[in-house]
């Protein structure tokens, strides 16, 4: 193979192309063996098999006479010829595959292991009946010479013993483990007989376990091979968990002191382990003169042991400080966290910008353990905050903090971003002090670490700003200078990366910021970013993110001015822009504010931008819309809205009228249906005043049940119009369905599209409104515009535009974000 020169690596020069020209022939080369490989009519011949025979038929034959490749599809359908018929599958295939068995290879033993478990949890058959015809076949295989082998029967067993009965317990599995745990056995059948003793406890009693049981362990604990030690050793938690405290003190804990001290390293890791989970079960004069001592020594020797037993420790040390806080001298507390501060830099001391080119691999596999270390020291920082007490934080644990968000490895740095929320939330109103070390974790070269911190970063940012010294809402991140640079930094770094689900979530956890920021900040530094990346960024889900967090930024701005300027541009920019895939996001846009805001807001300010959209040239403009439309309809009071309904059902009807792409129009019909099922809001307040205009006097419930109706009867009188009109025959007659009215026309110009006339969907009266006279921006005073696109009816479809607006519904319908 011929490996692109580094030069090429994004970029293909003619040089490179021919290289992977040549790579391809080569693989031609490689690919004709292959084809020699194929089967030969013979084979195939061999290969075939009766149509006409039944599942159980077939089965027993290709078991019987059939290639191994066979016999093991029949194996791995077992659980299916159960479902369907499992007294003859018990009667004629089982001793069938019982045979096959015995000569089997790797392949067909583990898919009869994964079967045999399949059939146990679909409970095909009865305990009684799979005990009694699976269980011994289970047994016989558990020795297999393959380790993989052996391990997966071991795992379809120790589920077995689950659900058999004590009695079958006891004959077929416990009274065997007798000799199968003895010194005379393979070390294959003392470690497998280990991992049943440790399931088996919690089966029987405590008073038969240790009649019965606990013998064989300490045996096992005592064999003469370190893995037999080391295996039993981990089965006591198990074993303790089953035969409760006074049991556990004076037989497993013995065991474990012991073994504690066995010349194995393995097995004094596994003891040390197995002492750790157990700690809860230990009083305190257990813990502080039997375990604390054992703790201290191992502690003491893991320096001048294997990197391994450092790497356990270092991930169980926060167990550690649960379970033994209390019971640390002064001198002990300080010498435990002394040993924590060393491994949180073991390794660092070394010199770094080597060549790894250069580095002996064993040095190298040594870094790699101790860059395990600080990362599980990491992991636990958070309970070595508790163990110093928070107060106690800047004193003992900062500089080591510092450290760890500074580590040169990225995996530090990515745990101990995970913890950071943890970690202000101990420190509660010390939070001031890990500032500086948010700004490193934002500024972070890895994505990996960004992304870690902001999972919790609106968490992270409340604290900081409540928890701190500063009680004075103003000054809530006055301390933090440096915090809106970095978050914008981090939005810019995750943009420009291929990362794009770590810039959405980004972009979803800035929905937080009017908590912990002022709107000004928010107005002048995030929200028109937010605009941008609706408007021009290429990822679907991106965009989605980023145009609900503006929403949000445009519900908590309380300055009329800098409020109806963004809403003037969602309208301009988005839902009468050039491009349809920024209308697109104004659909989407007006979801979010019907989520969001209150119903009159949408109504007062988006309502008709959106509805004038079932007049846009791109189809699929129109088809969201129509998805949309029972939302909209939603936001609608009776009668206050009843203008607006009538629009509303003045677009829909059109919609049916008009529409000439047979995707959109089926959509509107099925929108039809669902807008006539749809019940409205009742303005009841509205309803009274109308009836005290007459009389002065209140409305009677009756009355007012009666107004009700009629507005009810109204509403399905237009309905059944929409119906009738929906599921006619012809659509072509455009005069029978709608007055004729002019369109709004666009004319190109040099800063966009320039609007001439407006008309607006009411049949009632048309008002123009010249588009010349609106200003650049919202002023306090100035309305915002109700506006009207171009209609699908336009003399020149064409000169909409190239890809921006030209409806070509094949291409547009397919368009989805970068995965």
């Not at 290639?67 to 194996?75: A, E, K, L, M, Y």
Request: hydrophobic share 35%.
């Amino acid at each position: 193979m011929h490996p692109p020169p580094p030069a090429a690596a994004m970029e293909f020069s003619q040089n490179s192309l021919f290289g992977y020209m040549e790579d391809l022939q080569e693989l031609t080369i490689i690919e004709r063996p292959v084809r020699r490989s194929l089967k030969t009519p013979e084979e195939i011949e061999r290969l075939t098999v009766d149509e006409d025979l039944s599942d159980i038929e077939r089965a027993v034959y290709l078991l019987s006479a059939g290639q191994d490749i066979q016999g093991t599809s029949v194996i791995a359908n077992l659980p299916f010829l159960m479902r369907q018929n499992p007294a003859e599958t018990l009667r004629r295939i089982l001793p069938k595959v019982r045979e096959v068995l015995r000569v089997a290879g790797v392949e067909m033993q583990l898919t009869a292991a994964v079967s045999f478990l399949t059939i146990l949890q679909e409970e095909s058959v009865s305990i009684h009946t799979y005990a009694h015809s699976f269980l011994q076949v289970i047994l016989l295989h558990l020795e297999h010479r393959d380790a993989g082998v052996s391990n997966a029967w071991l795992e379809t067993l120790l589920s077995v013993i689950e659900v058999l009965p004590k009695e079958t317990l006891r004959h077929e599995i416990l009274n065997p483990l007798v000799s199968k745990a003895q010194l005379s056995q393979t070390v294959q059948s003392r470690l497998v007989s280990c991992k049943i003793l440790g399931k088996l406890t919690n089966k029987f009693d405590a008073l038969a376990v240790k009649r019965e049981i606990l013998p064989l362990v300490k045996s096992l604990c005592q064999d003469v091979e370190y893995e037999v030690r080391s295996c039993m050793c981990r089965q006591l938690e198990n074993i303790a968990q089953g035969i409760g405290t006074e049991l556990t003190k004076s037989v497993v804990l013995p065991e474990l002191i012991e073994l504690s001290r066995d010349e194995g390293s393995s097995v004094r890791l596994a003891a040390f382990e197995t002492l750790v989970n157990l700690l809860d079960i230990f009083d305190t004069d257990d813990r502080s003169q039997t375990i604390l001592p054992l703790v201290k020594s191992f502690c003491e020797k893991s320096f001048k042991a294997d990197e391994s037993i450092l790497i356990s420790l270092s991930f169980h040390l926060g167990k550690l400080c649960h379970g033994l806080y209390g019971i640390f001298t002064p001198d002990q507390h300080l010498r435990f966290l002394e040993f924590y501060k060393k491994l949180c830099t073991l390794g660092l001391q070394q010199e770094n910008g080597h060549n790894e080119n250069q580095i002996p691999p064993q040095i190298l596999e040594q870094e790699k353990k101790y860059i395990s270390v600080r990362k599980n020291c990491a992991y636990n920082f958070p309970a070595m905050i508790v163990f110093v007490d928070p107060k106690n934080f800047h004193m003992d644990l900062y500089s080591t903090f510092f450290c760890l968000c500074h580590d040169p490895e990225v995996p530090v740095r990515y745990t101990i971003a995970i913890c950071f929320h943890e970690v202000s939330k101990l420190l509660n109103s010390g939070v001031y002090l890990i500032h500086k070390e948010l700004i490193t974790l934002l500024q972070d070269e890895s994505l990996e670490v960004l992304d870690a911190l902001i999972d919790h970063l609106p968490e992270i940012l409340e604290l900081m700003s409540t928890g701190g010294e500063s009680s004075v809402q103003e000054n809530k991140l006055s301390s933090l200078p440096d915090l809106i640079p970095a978050l914008t930094a981090a939005e810019q770094r995750a943009a420009a990366s291929l990362k794009w689900r770590t810039h959405e979530k980004l972009l979803q956890k800035y929905a937080c910021l009017p908590h912990v920021i002022s709107s000004d900040q928010i107005y002048y530094r995030f929200l028109q970013r937010m605009f941008t990346i609706v408007m021009t960024n290429n990822v679907l889900p991106v965009q989605k993110a980023a145009s609900r967090t503006l929403c949000i930024f445009l519900r908590y701005n309380r300055k009329q001015e800098q409020r109806h300027e963004v809403i003037q541009k969602l309208i301009e920019q988005l839902g009468q822009g050039k491009s349809y895939w920024n209308r697109l996001r104004f659909l989407d846009t007006c979801e979010f504010i019907i989520e969001i805001f209150s119903k009159s807001f949408f109504c007062k300010y988006f309502f008709l931008p959106a509805i004038e959209l079932t007049h846009d040239p791109v189809a699929n403009v129109r088809m969201k819309l129509c998805y949309l439309l029972p939302k909209v309809k939603s936001t609608l009071k009776i009668p206050a809205d009843k203008h607006l309904l009538q629009q509303l059902e003045m677009c829909v009807r059109k919609l049916l009228c008009q529409e000439k792409d047979k995707d959109v129009l089926a959509t509107v019909k099925r929108t039809v249906l669902e807008l006539d099922r749809m019940e409205m809001s009742m303005d009841a307040e509205q309803l009274e005043k109308e009836k005290q205009q007459n009389d002065g006097r209140p409305m009677s419930d009756k009355t007012f049940e009666k107004k009700r109706k009629e507005i009810k009867k109204s509403k399905l009188i237009r309905s059944q119009s929409f119906n009738n009109q929906a599921f006619h025959a012809k659509y072509g007659n455009l005069d029978k369905c709608a007055g004729k009215s002019s369109t709004a026309a666009y004319t190109p110009s040099v800063s966009g599209l320039t609007k001439t006339s407006v008309i607006s969907l009411t049949d009632d009266s048309f008002r123009t409104r010249n588009a010349g006279s609106a200003p650049s921006s919202f002023s306090s005073n100035t309305p915002l515009p109700s506006t009207s696109r171009g209609t699908g009816n336009s003399g020149d479809p064409k000169s909409s535009g190239s890809k921006d607006t030209q409806p070509r519904k094949a291409t547009l319908k397919s368009r989805k974000s970068n995965p």
